[in-house]
């Protein structure tokens, strides 16, 4: 009996994630058909609409779709995962792995990774700004009268959208599966509806369409590919959230059902608009085969939109988080809005710029039409640097030969660059923004990681063996008093300057001292059962070795009550803990430094505005003694 049930019960777990990862991980590229056919034939370079032109182009929309996101993405890059997680993060962390590479080709890996991930917070802004405008924006098909409420409309629903995440999704999560299976069945609906009047449209399925329409139009394929690029934005989400659902479930929702779908929408709104040509006003909204349908058509598109945007503002915290633990951001302060679900967190901090930089593209661009020139190129950019990571996993871990790694990297980034070059030309009418915010957050991750390199090399230099000082202490040392003095350092075979300046100052020494080091390892998690190694040294003194993963959530306290089990137990009210608040400050302009003078004034401003770490390691404040000092980068 239980052997018949459990393939019944297997498939009705895999339909059920699959469920849950439509509201999160297809909503993005689920709501691109609100904009980019009227981009192609509307827009800043628009085509003639002829029945070779529209062929063409959903022709290569569908092949689009079937090599950047089914082959690329769904069947490839989804295997190169970091123990069962996704995203850019994960996928530099595996790159970084391999044995033989030079420092130098590891720095430069390092360096795409950081700024792959600096590019997803321009996503993180652009998707908001342009998803809800283009659904908000079917109120002027409805009437012109709406026409001056569109704006106003999108920066309120914005707003709440932003206002409404110190909640947390847990809530409201449940629907959103739901929601999005209707929209893409009423997307797959519509397109049928119109392709049973227009059925020929059925054969731009074939690749020659879109050979013919690239070698008759040259120069306006070119452009347009600039606008097909839109159907594709959203395909690395099927990457990044691949650790809340698993690659088979995210693999299974695409191919049966959200890709059909999806793509019978394209090819609906290609019949409408050769059976009307003045329907490329809004092809999206004037597929409806009834007027009566255009509200709640709407009223679902902006509910759709709201979705996708939820995914992607979750996917900043979830990236600023893992950039935190990884030593790329200053700390912040982390809320997690649910007892169940170690993903659910709200950075307040990030949500409130995104707010702020979400309303200034609104107000700045006005339209989706304006904003589509801002959308492409952050997004074809990051998926080059993921194929060119994907490449070194390939090679190094995988053990590829070259021909067969060579010919994955030149298919794919051939793709990815004829993409990518076709934005280009769009940098200065909108796309020059996701460039200035993507490189700004890339100085800031990489000024960080370098002033705190060069803040633990100064650190070190200064630094006496912890066991020469404990065969010191042989010698008579100084008074010895009860409790547990607990020194956080990042070099635990040096004496931790906390404990010096505690000497110094107050003359006594615990009779228990620990020396606790935290490390984040490069994988997701790390489990509980490796969680913490205790070391006994002479004299009292203790080290313990905490290890997190960049997505776990840092909780000392309980990392501590774990020591039991290794023979060291903690009494909380008799425990204090000793850290090193280290003030910086910039070098005089005429000694030389490893650090510009600009990158030293940032990473003091960022060093002082950091969370403490108090706070992010959970440690009791009545607890803490923070013992200052003055550091000079050099």
């Not at 079937?66 to 890059?77: A, D, G, N, R």
């Not at 924006?137 to 026409?147: D, K, N, W």
């Not at 950039?323 to 950075?347: D, H, N, W």
Request: with cysteine.
């Amino acid at each position: 009996m239980t052997a018949t049930n459990a393939p019944h019960g297997e498939k009705s777990g895999l339909a059920a994630t699959a469920l849950a990862a439509m509201g999160v991980v297809f909503g993005d590229i689920g709501t691109s058909p609100l904009y980019t056919v009227k981009e192609v034939f509307g827009g800043h370079h628009p085509l003639a609409v002829t029945e070779a032109n529209v062929l063409g182009i959903l022709s290569l929309v569908f092949w689009a779709l079937t090599v950047t996101v089914s082959l690329k993405y769904v069947l490839f890059i989804t295997r190169a995962d970091n123990r069962g997680e996704g995203g850019i993060m994960a996928l530099t962390a595996l790159a970084l792995r391999t044995a033989n590479a030079s420092p130098r080709i590891l720095w430069l890996m390092s360096a795409l990774g950081i700024f792959g991930a600096a590019l997803f917070y321009g996503d993180a802004v652009i998707t908001p700004a342009m998803s809800v405008l283009s659904a908000v924006e079917g109120l002027e098909v409805a009437t012109p009268l709406l026409t001056p409420y569109v704006l106003p409309t999108t920066i309120a629903i914005l707003i709440g959208l932003f206002l409404f995440q110190r909640h947390g999704t847990a809530a409201v999560g449940a629907l959103f599966g739901p929601v999005m299976m209707f929209w893409f069945a009423t997307l797959g609906s519509l397109g049928l509806w119109n392709v049973i009047q227009y059925p020929a449209v059925l054969a731009a399925i074939n690749p020659w369409y879109a050979l013919v329409f690239v070698i008759e139009h040259q120069g306006l394929a070119f452009l347009a590919l600039g606008s097909v690029v839109l159907a594709i934005t959203g395909g690395e989400a099927l990457y990044a959230d691949m650790g809340h659902f698993g690659r088979r479930a995210i693999k299974w929702a695409w191919f049966s059902f959200v890709f059909p779908l999806l793509y019978l929408n394209y090819l609906g709104q290609g019949a409408l608009i050769l059976n009307d040509p003045k329907a490329i006003e809004n092809p999206f909204f004037n597929m409806v085969p009834a007027e009566i349908l255009l509200i709640p058509l709407i009223v679902l598109a902006t509910v759709a939109t709201v979705i996708a945007s939820q995914a992607v503002i979750s996917g900043a915290f979830s990236l600023t988080s893992q950039a935190m633990q990884l030593g790329y951001c200053p700390r912040i302060r982390v809320k997690f809005t649910s007892e169940r679900e170690k993903g659910q967190i709200y950075v307040p901090n990030i949500n409130w710029l995104l707010l702020i930089t979400v309303i200034i593209v609104v107000l700045g661009f006005r339209s989706s039409s304006n904003l589509a020139s801002a959308y492409g190129i952050a997004v074809t950019l990051t998926m080059m640097i993921d194929t060119i990571l994907a490449f070194a996993v390939v090679r190094a871990l995988w053990r590829w030969s070259w021909p067969r790694a060579a010919l994955f990297l030149v298919f794919f980034v051939v793709v990815d660059f004829a993409f990518f070059s076709a934005n280009v030309i769009k940098v200065l009418d909108g796309g020059w923004f996701p460039l200035t915010l993507g490189v700004s957050v890339f100085m800031l991750l990489s000024t960080w990681k370098l002033g705190r390199k060069l803040l633990y090399e100064k650190l070190k230099q200064d630094s006496i063996p912890i066991k020469d000082f404990i065969a010191s202490l042989a010698a008579g040392g100084p008074l010895r008093v009860d409790g547990t003095g607990i020194f956080m350092t990042a070099d635990p075979e040096s004496v931790p300057r906390a404990l010096l300046h505690n000497l110094y100052h107050n003359k006594v020494l615990h009779e228990r001292v620990v020396l606790l080091n935290v490390t984040t390892e490069d994988v997701p998690h790390v489990p509980e059962n490796e969680r913490v190694r205790v070391e006994g040294l002479t004299a009292g003194f203790h080290r313990v070795y905490v290890r997190y993963g960049f997505k776990d959530d840092p909780d000392l306290p309980r990392a501590l009550e774990l020591c039991a089990a290794q023979g060291l137990d903690f009494e909380m009210m008799e425990t204090s803990f000793f850290l090193g608040r280290e003030t910086v400050v910039s070098m005089p302009i005429s000694r030389r430094s490893r650090m510009a003078k600009w990158r030293q004034i940032l990473f003091t401003w960022m060093f002082r505005n950091a969370d403490t770490a108090t706070a992010f390691f959970k440690i009791p404040p009545n607890r803490v003694v923070e013992l200052g000092a003055q550091v000079e980068l050099s």
